[in-house]
């Protein structure tokens, strides 16, 4: 076997003093070889981030501290060097790529000094060596016109551009390692390719090892060699990929990979992980996942599992491989099912509840002596779909595509510059005043973050009777009271929970509390504005499930805003792909997944990361990042990006192509 | 029989107060607004500044009650005619303080006068000399030898008695924490003592021990010596620095209660709903604040000036004269400084208006007033709180300042401002007169100084970001 | 970058005629000329005529706002309010009550007020920042909290101490310093040590507590994080990294007081003797000369306004990310 880059072991973090201290890291083990990406897989919470940063003995001083454990780097403990000796490490030895490259880069300083001045601290490069240096790097890293670059600052580059300069810091030390903390979370799906792509190929050609920290399935599959599971502080299982793909051993990893959604799952519900990770702050006596483990028993609760070796290489946290253990036989696992339908599905042509018809959210630009009006944002630009009653349309599209602004503009949360929006034949956009106030009741909004969208000062109870109040539903408090009771079950959350506050409770529990006080006005549609992206697998799983029933319970119409195709796959009847304000394709979710006409539909859907590497299509990889909706590109606005663009691309926008009967797409080569 | 007198500031006190109490009776069932104020009592040095607060609140408070006693009855007289003085219950308390006026300077705890004097003595001769004071150490027949027992005895009685009272105290504490909690009474008192208490209750009752030996050892020195000397007029300078403070508090705390309303209504409205009304109200505060502070001041002060001696008709006694003159002081520096926090709070509701759940409650059709009032107001209060604390302590300088500029109280109330601007010229003197300054410094400076560490405390609980910081 | 300076400065002018506004109602309209005049002469027995001389010397015998007597555009010019307030656009700020000529005062008397506040605000402002970057550096260590328990203390001092308690320890025991006094020229300098000293010393509590705070918020910001990843010495980090960073919400507070400096310290000149605006402004109040008043208000504004100019600018050198348009 080949001698370990780098070799922890035992390694526990504390964070804070005294009853409040968590530990987010409780005794981790592992080895990087030299070379190889080693994923860390958990979920939010688990102590992953933590476990990187004291790699690199960069806790946040003064609360964090290192309370055990051993990091040995070539056979060199680093948590006995001064801190002298650390500097020479961190950024020279090991490199570490942060989530939010948004932040992450200095905004007063020059991309090209940020870079140089690890060259300086590493390589003693200086002036004219220094910068040709920094040229090379940024073209490495794929930043065309380095030189122009060079001189700019972080904002005048996109997220995606901002990582690769991260990237381009991180390799200026020539490290050995390179930490990647959760590089693409923030990014786009065709950006995340690109990133992935540019550090796979990083890697192989400096032969460096990488530690990808991630939650993500699809990524792991993607890149990694060996993957190791955390939970609550621990890891829980390592293996190399394929037999962790092939054969997930630990009951928490068999979960995780039944809870990701996706088009082959679509009939049959998900299946969850109930309840959610343990706060760290206690002492454990027994396994840390016992309570949401389906195959749990006695000796679970009152003793903590070692650590097993399974398979080659396979090692696994759990009562379960214990082989001098016996094994209770394994409890039929209750089948998951939904509630009894009320509301049949198949309504292929039932009555249109909502009718959009051109619409545009234009946002004015400021200009000038005088402030004057010198162009306008186009967010939104000639929008047109329907929804049926009961049905649900997926509106998909990156970041700063305009989907959340046809969300808010057909609510009348914006005012729409134009078009018209027809709620069961009444023009919404018309309405004013008290009429408007009135219609609300029928068209409801699930927010993306479930911490923002409750006020932290109104007990549950009150925030979920707003709704009724100002819409005057109930006779009197005691009716809402029972109301809100009800809601509470229905969302499976308790009765009582209307008596607490916002911050009691997970961002999980957050997201069932907004689906309630959505439902308390009795919505006939319900506009879902990425409802799950900042929830964990486990719990998507719940949301996703439970906004499922409600819509089979009570016939309602969603809405669903989303930049996640997976979601889509597995909620949706048809899915609208939008790209800088408008409706590239739109078709039945079989038309458009399994079927993609538009160029960008296929680029989109060949990005997303797949779990199944035997199944792998082949990757469209789009260049350069999403342009300004304040100068669309002429002609067709995807021409720039296009892999199979046409000269004549360039000169009109196209008009829809009718496909089938479900299925139209703008493409002038269609 | 008395008859009582209402100032305005009284009024307005006793307002603030019962505002005060009104919010905490309805925290105390809510565990939001409860929790950071239960961070706030954990630190110790919270819990310390909380009770100098309470120790000058509360003085302050007792200057509030004014009345005006009766005079004695005249031979034939049917109605009863009242002093044109107006007194107070502090007044009351502190005693043969107020009206055992000596000639002139004395020192602290001095018998005799701190300048020298042509007196008579008995046998008709004159001599140059420093004559006995009129009150200060008139009981000692031999100043020379008896005052130093004197004092000392009167020490360790004022001693005796503050140990006893914090015994009492400090049992009685614990016999009730002990039934709060369900314990017997010798472990809660042995927590207690050791510290091992939630909130500090050792430190707030060793604070409390140092105000109670301080009160003691007044009651028992005051009334037989000038314990912090005389002032020019021959005034008891104790006297007078426990009287400004009420002085202080009400400008610490009138001057924002009079502000806050129109600066959390106006930045909230600015913030809210931009456009034409964000013009206005920016314009408006963008104006008053180039307007240097002081001189804004000065010229309001100087205008109310000219209108109160035009207008001696309106005002029945000097005490109301001189009150109007506070509130309106209080006034005219609320107009000064409401600014910066409308400033701030209109950012925040710029933040806080694109909020997710204020969203929800306009998808709901919630009324523009209901969210404003709802969702915006109690997400703000913590930044009024903070704010307010920490104007506090500003306020209770500045009128040091502008007391010295002469645009500050009437020169007959008493306030440490007045009190250092009267005594600044005295350290030119030979030998110096230090006890006037040196009294309205410490008194004025142990205010500040717990108002400023309970701020810090307030604001390390309510700001989250903060919170986070450390 | 042109229009933006134009634009500022058109927004300026409603500002400047508020600000007129009120001073205008303040001084003219809550109390009658009249009024003043009663007040200057002593409140008792002053007859009508001393009255009528008094406004006439001083130019306030005219109505308000609209002379009916005059003729043509006089019937607007010959009055109080244009006489008195409109002429200060022109910086024409007239004579004062006592009959000086204000400007003439203003311009003499801003050089001593500049030798005192300019080097109490630059060295201030290095003094404080250096202190706040050594708590930074230290912080969570017992350093750190003793400093900022320092600063705490040392600004629930009021300023009137530090300044007769430095009078009394530097000059009148040591001997050190003149007491008060000032001569112009560089000789200066023997006067404006100690009270450009007590300037500084007696903002420091505040300032570098507040600096304190800025830097830490830095401190925990990602690029921090990133930088330090990088492998960078803590100094060079504080320095380069945070510092930059912090000069942003920095700037906000200190260039706006930049143009005021003019104004110069009311306390320090009045309590040392030195012959500047600051002293002026207080003798103007203590002889209740309401016209010099008036004149220091509107430049006070002006002043200010020019420090909001300013402060824009300012941003623009240390934060690339804002363009001035």
């Keep these: 076997m080949q001698q370990a880059l780098l070799q922890v072991s035992d390694l526990a973090v504390r964070i804070g003093q005294g009853d409040g201290a968590v530990r987010p890291v409780d005794g981790v083990s592992f080895e990087i070889r030299p070379g190889e990406t080693f994923a860390l897989l958990g979920e939010s919470g688990c102590g992953k981030s933590m476990t990187a940063l004291s790699l690199l003995r960069l806790l946040p001083r003064p609360a964090g501290e290192i309370v055990r454990g051993s990091i040995r780097l070539d056979g060199e403990e680093l948590l006995s060097l001064p801190e002298s000796g650390m500097r020479d490490i961190r950024g020279g030895r090991i490199a570490m790529i942060f989530q939010e490259p948004m932040t992450s880069l200095n905004p007063v300083m020059t991309i090209g000094y940020q870079i140089a001045e690890s060259l300086i601290e590493h390589k003693g490069l200086v002036g004219g060596a220094a910068r040709q240096r920094v040229l090379e790097l940024l073209d490495a890293v794929g930043i065309p016109d380095a030189a122009r670059r060079y001189d700019e600052y972080p904002h005048q580059l996109s997220g995606g551009m901002k990582q690769r300069v991260m990237i381009a810091i991180a390799l200026a030390g020539d490290p050995d390692l390179l930490i990647a903390d959760e590089p693409t979370t923030a990014l786009d799906v065709t950006i995340q390719s690109q990133v992935l792509d540019l550090i796979r190929k990083l890697q192989q050609e400096r032969g460096m090892a990488v530690m990808l920290i991630t939650h993500d399935l699809g990524v792991v599959s993607e890149m990694a060699d060996r993957v190791a599971v955390m939970y609550a502080g621990q890891l829980v299982e390592v293996a190399s990929r394929d037999v962790f793909f092939s054969a997930p051993e630990h009951p928490y990893s068999v979960k995780l990979f039944a809870a990701v959604p996706d088009s082959g799952k679509r009939e049959d519900r998900l299946t969850v992980i109930p309840g959610s990770v343990p706060p760290l702050n206690q002492s454990f006596h027994g396994c840390r996942f016992a309570d949401r483990c389906h195959r749990a028993w006695e000796r679970c609760i009152s003793e903590q599992p070692g650590w097993y070796e399974v398979n080659d290489g396979q090692q696994v946290r759990c009562h379960l491989a214990d082989p001098a253990g016996t094994i209770p036989v394994e409890r039929p696992v209750e089948a998951e099912t939904g509630p009894d339908t009320a509301w049949s599905r198949d309504t292929a042509d039932a009555e249109a509840l909502l009718e959009v018809d051109g619409l545009q959210v234009h946002f004015p630009i400021h200009r000038g002596l005088f402030k004057r009006v010198a162009g306008y944002v186009r967010a939104v630009d000639g929008v047109s779909f329907s929804i049926p009653v009961g049905q649900t349309l997926a509106l998909v599209g990156e970041s700063g595509c305009g989907k959340t602004t046809v969300g808010k503009g057909l609510l009348q949360l914006l005012k729409p510059t134009a078009g018209s929006v027809q709620f069961e034949g009444q023009e919404l956009t018309r309405l004013k005043g008290e009429a408007l106030r009135r219609s609300r009741t029928d068209f409801q909004i699930i927010f993306q973050d479930p911490y923002s969208s409750m006020n932290p000062r109104m007990s549950v109870g009150d925030i979920i009777a707003e709704g009724m109040v100002a819409q005057r539903i109930g006779d009197s408090r005691e009716a809402r009271r029972q109301r809100v009771a009800q809601l509470l079950e229905q969302v499976g959350l308790r009765s009582e929970h209307a008596r607490h506050y916002p911050h009691e409770f997970s961002g999980g529990q957050r997201q069932r509390i907004c689906i309630a006080r959505a439902l308390a006005v009795d919505p006939k549609l319900i506009v879902c504005d990425e409802p799950t992206s900042a929830l964990d697998v486990s719990v998507q799983a719940q949301i996703l499930n439970l906004l499922q029933d409600l819509q089979q319970q009570l016939g309602l119409s969603y809405l669903f805003i989303t930049h996640d195709l997976s979601v889509v796959s597995y909620l949706a009847d048809r899915v609208a792909v939008m790209y800088l304000g408008r409706i590239v394709e739109e078709g039945s979710v079989s038309d458009v997944l399994d079927n993609p006409q538009h160029p960008y539909t296929r680029a989109l859907l060949s990005a997303v990361p797949q779990i199944d590497q035997a199944a792998k299509r082949e990757i469209i990889r789009l260049e350069g990042d999403l342009p300004s909706p304040s100068h669309p590109p002429a002609g067709c606005h995807f021409h720039p990006r296009c892999p199979i663009a046409e000269p004549g691309c360039s000169h009109s926008y196209p008009p829809v192509t009718q496909l089938s009967a479900s299925h139209t797409v703008r493409c002038h080569l269609q | 029989m008395i008859q009582p007198v209402i100032l305005w500031t009284d009024a307005l006190v006793f307002l603030l107060t019962a505002v005060v109490l009104a919010f905490a009776l309805y925290a105390r069932r809510r565990e939001h607004l409860r929790a950071p104020w239960r961070e706030v009592v954990r630190s110790r040095m919270a819990v310390a500044s909380l009770v100098v607060l309470c120790v000058y609140a509360v003085t302050g408070l007792l200057d509030s009650v004014h009345f005006r006693q009766a005079l004695e009855m005249q031979e034939g007289q049917v109605e009863v005619q009242y002093s044109g003085e107006v007194t107070s219950l502090l007044d009351l308390l502190l005693g043969p303080m107020r009206s055992q006026d000596e000639k002139t300077y004395s020192a602290p705890f001095a018998t005799r006068l701190f300048t020298k004097e042509t007196v008579i003595g008995p046998d008709g001769e004159k001599s140059r000399t420093w004559p006995r004071l009129k009150y200060g150490g008139v009981h000692l027949d031999d100043p020379a030898t008896q005052k130093g027992p004197d004092i000392a005895r009167r020490v360790a009685r004022a001693a005796s008695e503050s140990m006893l009272l914090m015994l009492i105290t400090g049992l009685l504490l614990a016999f009730l924490l002990a039934r709060k909690w369900r314990q017997p009474l010798l472990p809660v008192l042995r927590a207690m003592l050791r510290g091992k208490t939630d909130i500090p209750w050792r430190t707030a009752l060793g604070t409390i021990l140092v105000f109670v030996m301080v009160i003691a050892l007044i009651v028992n020195l005051s009334g037989a010596y000038h314990v912090l000397g005389t002032d020019k007029v021959g005034q008891d300078v104790l006297y007078q620095t426990i009287k400004s403070i009420r002085t202080g508090l009400v400008i610490g705390t009138l001057t924002t209660m009079i502000m806050l309303p129109f600066a959390v209504m106006l930045g909230m409205l600015a913030g809210y709903f931009r456009g034409w009304i964000d013009d206005v109200i920016q314009y408006l505060y963008t104006t008053l604040n180039s307007i240097p502070g002081v001189l804004l001041i000065a010229a309001a002060v100087l205008m109310m000036q000219v209108y109160v001696a035009n207008h001696p008709e309106m005002f029945e006694t000097m005490a109301e004269r001189a009150d109007v003159r506070l509130l309106f002081l209080c006034l005219i520096l609320g107009i000064t400084s409401w600014t910066g926090l409308c400033r701030l709070l209109r950012g925040e509701t710029l933040k806080l208006r694109e909020l997710d759940y204020v969203q929800a409650a306009d998808a709901f059709g919630v009324s523009k007033f209901n969210i404003l009032m709802r969702h915006l107001l109690p997400n703000l209060m913590h930044l009024v709180l903070i704010a307010v604390v920490i104007d506090f302590s500003g306020l209770v300088l500045a009128e040091a300042v502008l007391s010295y500029v002469g645009v500050g109280v009437d020169p007959t109330t008493m306030s440490w401002g007045n009190m250092i601007n009267r005594a600044r010229l005295e350290m030119a003197r030979e030998p110096v007169v230090w006890w006037s300054l040196l009294a309205a410094f410490t008194f004025m400076f142990t205010l500040v100084l717990a108002a400023n560490l309970f701020s810090d405390a307030v604001r390390d609980a309510f700001d989250p970001r903060l919170r986070t910081q450390r | ?286 002889n209740q000369d309401f016209a010099i008043v008036r004149a220091m208000v509107f430049l006070g504004s002006v002043l200010y306004i020019l420090g909001l100019l300013l402060t824009d600018l300012s941003y623009t050198l240390v934060d690339p990310r804002i363009r001035l348009s």
């Design chain 3, 1 to 286: 970058m042109l229009a933006y300076l134009v634009r500022r400065i058109l927004y300026a002018l409603p500002i400047l005629i508020g600000v007129n506004l009120i001073t205008f109602v303040l001084f003219f309209v809550v109390n009658t000329p009249d009024d003043m005049a009663r007040m200057h002469l002593g409140m008792k027995r002053v007859t009508p005529e001393a009255i009528e001389k008094w406004k006439v010397e001083r130019g306030y015998d005219r109505p308000l706002l609209y002379n009916r007597q005059a003729e043509g555009s006089g019937s607007l010019t010959d009055t109080i309010f244009f006489d008195k307030s409109v002429r200060l656009f022109a910086f024409d700020f007239g004579a004062s009550d006592s009959g000086r000529n204000i400007g003439e005062d203003i311009s003499q008397r801003m050089w001593p007020s500049l030798a005192i506040a300019l080097p109490v605000f630059l060295i201030g402002l290095l003094v404080y920042i250096s202190f706040a970057m050594l708590l930074a550096f230290f912080r969570g260590s017992y350093l750190d909290i003793s400093g900022v328990v320092l600063c705490v203390v040392l600004m629930s001092i009021s300023g009137l101490f530090y300044i007769i308690g430095g009078q009394y320890l530097f000059s009148k025991i040591l001997h050190l310093v003149p007491v008060s006094g000032y001569e112009p020229g560089w000789l200066a300098w023997r006067f404006v040590l100690l009270p450009v000293a007590i300037g500084i010393f007696a903002g420091i509590g505040s300032s570098s507590r507040w600096y304190r705070t800025i830097f830490l918020e830095e401190i925990n910001r990602d690029y921090v994080r990133t930088a330090r990843a990088k492998g960078l010495p803590e100094l060079r980090l504080l320095f380069r990294h945070v510092l930059k960073n912090a000069m942003v919400p920095i700037l906000t507070g200190v260039v706006v007081v930049l143009p005021t400096l003019f104004m110069g310290n009311l306390i320090l000149e009045s309590f040392f003797g030195i012959p500047g605006l600051g002293a002026y402004t207080i003798e103007a109040i203590q």
